[in-house]
């Protein structure tokens, strides 16, 4: 899958696919980078960093095609119309890098795992981007406590044993990482916004777990996804349960 750049970077223009297949629409683009945050969805590196030579942001975005845009492209899917082949929910925004990682490799990129990742931004954003604003530690807690008890749910009913972290079959460990990709990482970013958005409601402790828990939810996310994690994974931080408690 070849990309250029339609015009150079100092014109601000994001990376396109190019050899005969269709530009995706403005707003198409729009929406995509909203879905996405402005960060790659596998590494979640800025895809606007800092040029200290020109005092500017450069854009890097590429659009990658999640099932190949051509029949012998990465993750190709002959019984995929074209027009789906090139649809905005078959495309997903990546840095370089990623972007060919994901192509060189595909067995390590299946079409479903990218799928669900690009389902799980999206879903991530919409709910950070109506994260509220507080005017308590008690208003923060209930919202908080609902997302951890959904967390807690989610990890009693579909998670491993807790003793042993074993899981009974492919089975439960397939539903396990829907479960972690679908509802807990979510919820876990949504803490992450809610803690971010009410700082001045929160204390030292409770700023320094919400970066542990930034750390937890990035590896566990990336374990999930089937991507290495480097050396132990970060654990579900100490304080995380107690987050707001206490009330003003």
Known sequence: MILINERSPSQGRIVACKSGRPKISDDA???????????????????FPEDPKRKRSIPIAERAHIIAHSDDGPRADATVSQELRDAPSNIILLCPNCHTKVDKAPGGY???????????RAQAVSQIG????????????????????RNRIAFRENGPDPQNGAVASREQAEAW?????????????????????????????????????????NALERKHLGEPVIGPAPRFPQHAEDLFAGGE
Do not use: W, Y
């Open 29 to 47: 683009d729009r929406a995509l980078f909203a879905e996405s945050a402005g960060t790659c969805l596998l590494c979640n590196t800025t895809l």
């Open 110 to 120: 299946p079409t479903e795992d990218l799928l669900q990742a690009k389902r799980t």
């Open 177 to 217: 990482t829907d479960c972690v990709l679908g509802e807990i990482v979510p919820n876990n970013r949504l803490i992450e916004a809610i803690l971010d958005v009410n700082t001045e409601l929160t204390t030292p402790i409770e700023r320094e777990t919400a970066e542990l828990l930034r750390q937890h939810t």
């Open 130 to 149: 109506g994260t509220p604003s507080f005017s308590s530690r008690t208003e923060a807690r209930r919202a908080v406590e609902r997302l951890l008890m």
